[in-house]
């Protein structure tokens, strides 16, 4: 039998000495509950994704000597299998190190480099050439790493030919939706492949964009799940796997049993699905993005509109009220009730807000702007000036405060350019930029419900959740006086951008084709605008930014649908 803890722990890129000492903490628990092993993610000294950090050859050096830091602050305990950044004469690596006895006992490079979707490690890590095995309390275990997991043939031949019977599996493995079933699947191929125990353990935290939500798990050689860590917090998952003693053959690194206390089995709470696991990834994302770069407090224009209302209620969440402050901006064609939704809100969350019109300097914009604009009748330019306004008076309050904006924008407005550029564009962070808007309602309803089920009052009015979309920069605007209802858009919207599917492809499984071709035209035509847009937390398997990557001079345009 082994032991082995699963150390699910959020990482920050570049804080060599905070991850080590992280880790160290964690290899003190394991060592407490008898672990003979401990493992952490992947790249776990260095935080993932280092990116370009890693073509600095001093920063290459300072990680080596934390991995030796970490070897030396944990000698007297549990083995530890960790990721970090390895140097050869055939150049760098993502790897993993097994730590045993204050020093390194031995090294794993990552075999599969994922080039595709948000991953671009082929820029900086050279592939490794073989498997690494060990033998760890008289079990064999064999070392791998995130993308090797998703594919048969190396290392796992290898590891099969042996007799290998645990392999861990370190991760940094980004969210999206749904993606925890598409992992379990993976290791349940790998599980039935090799015939051996996989214990794959995944990061947690945000990072930029990526939010990395844990769930490690634990699957057995015949392919069922047998323990699993929580999602979206950190966790140390510790089990015990009964497999046989290695060969006397085996001529792998050895690392001794511990003395092992009883274990209580491990139980945790279902995975969160739907609604509720967006919502997770939101604040998880937010919150680690506004503390990992040094924020206090946020600040978010809270107009009445469901956007707004989120963004706000997801900041109260990630970082608790009195971090959150908003400011109400109404001009002369905010309705009363749109005013009166924004106090309502914000008196549920218990965050400050201020209310700044903005008639009087909309119309000196207008009076200055009269001469050039003589002869035009009012239009976009006129609506978008107020937007300007009131992002100019955010980064005032961003810049007075410290406080970093929160853009309000959502994924259906940003692949269309339903958004104003310096206007509700501006802003450090956009929360809900890849959320589409029919999802936005679906994560408020369920954030309001899971209020109402723990007693709470909802932090969403009603009102908010039921009043028709609208912009209020014209009298009476709708939303659907320039886009398709979101219920017909979004549909679209996932086809084009996440799919990769043609107009013909998606007129041919009942689309109308006319609004397939305005949709799609849009899209293209908003890219400049998407370009200049605030980072915000992916939730789709494809994101605007590091996901989707289009030139923005680009004449090419799918040909129409018939």
């Not at 401990?38 to 000597?65: I, K």
Request: glycine fraction near 10%.
């Amino acid at each position: 039998m082994v032991r082995i803890a699963l150390g699910q722990i959020d990482t920050t890129v570049g804080d060599l000495a905070g991850n080590v000492e992280r880790m160290v903490e964690r290899a003190k628990e394991a060592t407490e509950a008898g672990a003979d092993l401990v493992c952490f993610p992947e790249l776990a000294v260095t935080g993932y994704p280092p990116e370009d950090l890693v073509l600095r050859p001093a920063f290459v050096r300072d990680n080596l000597e934390a991995l030796d830091e970490l070897a030396r602050r944990t000698a007297s305990g549990c083995a530890v299998l960790t990721g970090f950044v390895d140097r050869s004469d055939r150049g760098i690596h993502n790897a993993a190190g097994l730590l045993s006895g204050g020093r390194v006992a031995a090294r794993y490079h990552k075999v599969r480099l994922p080039n595709y979707g948000v991953f671009d490690e082929q820029r900086y890590f050279v592939p490794g050439e073989a498997g690494c095995s060990v033998r760890v309390a008289s079990s064999a275990l064999g070392i791998s790493v995130c993308e090797d997991a998703w594919w048969p043939g190396a290392p796992w031949e290898g590891y099969a030919r042996r007799g290998v019977s645990v392999i861990p599996n370190i991760n940094g493995s980004p969210y999206h939706r749904r993606k925890i079933a598409e992992r379990l699947e993976v290791c349940r191929a790998r599980a039935m492949e090799t015939r051996a125990w996989i214990v794959y353990v995944n990061a947690v935290g945000g990072q930029d964009e990526l939010v990395f939500d844990g769930g490690s798990m634990v699957v057995s050689p015949d392919g069922e799940l047998a323990w699993h860590a929580a999602m979206f917090e950190e966790d140390l998952l510790v089990v015990d796997i009964d497999v046989p003693e290695a060969d006397e053959r085996f001529d792998g690194p050895t690392v001794a049993a511990t003395p092992k206390p009883a274990l209580v089995p491990p139980d945790r709470p279902p995975w969160p699905e739907g609604p509720e696991e967006v919502h997770r990834a939101l604040v998880l994302g937010l919150r680690d993005y506004v503390r990992k770069n040094g924020f206090r407090e946020v600040v978010v224009g809270l107009s009445g509109g469901i956007d707004s209302a989120l963004v706000a209620s997801l900041a109260a969440d990630a970082l608790g009220h009195e971090a959150v402050r908003a400011l109400s901006m109404p001009s002369r064609y905010s309705s009363e009730g749109s005013i009166g939704d924004a106090a309502d809100m914000a008196g549920r969350l218990g965050i400050r807000l201020d209310r700044v019109g903005i008639d009087d300097v909309f119309q000196s914009y207008l009076d200055a702007l009269a001469g050039a604009f003589a002869g035009t009748e009012p239009g976009t330019a006129e609506e978008n000036v107020q937007a300007r306004i009131r992002g100019n008076l955010l980064m005032a309050i961003s810049n007075k405060f410290g406080s970093l904006v929160l853009a309000t924008g959502n994924k259906s407005e940003m692949a269309v350019g339903y958004s104003t550029l310096y206007g509700d564009l501006a802003g450090g962070f956009a929360p809900i930029k890849d959320v589409p808007k029919t999802l936005v309602y679906e994560v408020a309803r369920w954030r309001n419900a899971d209020a109402a089920a723990r007693g709470e009052t909802p932090p969403i009015p009603d009102a908010i959740l039921e009043k028709a979309p609208s912009a209020e920069l014209r009298p009476d605007q709708k939303d659907t006086d320039s886009l398709p209802p979101y219920e017909l858009l979004d549909p679209i919207v996932e086809d084009y951008v996440e799919e990769d599917r043609s107009p013909e492809e998606i007129v041919a499984s009942g689309a109308d084709p006319d609004l397939v071709h305005r949709v799609v035209e849009m899209i293209d035509r908003a890219e400049y605008k998407r370009r200049q847009a605030p980072p915000g937390v992916k939730i789709t398997p494809k994101a605007f930014g590091r996901d989707r990557r289009l030139p923005i001079t680009n004449r090419y345009r799918a040909r129409p649908p018939e």
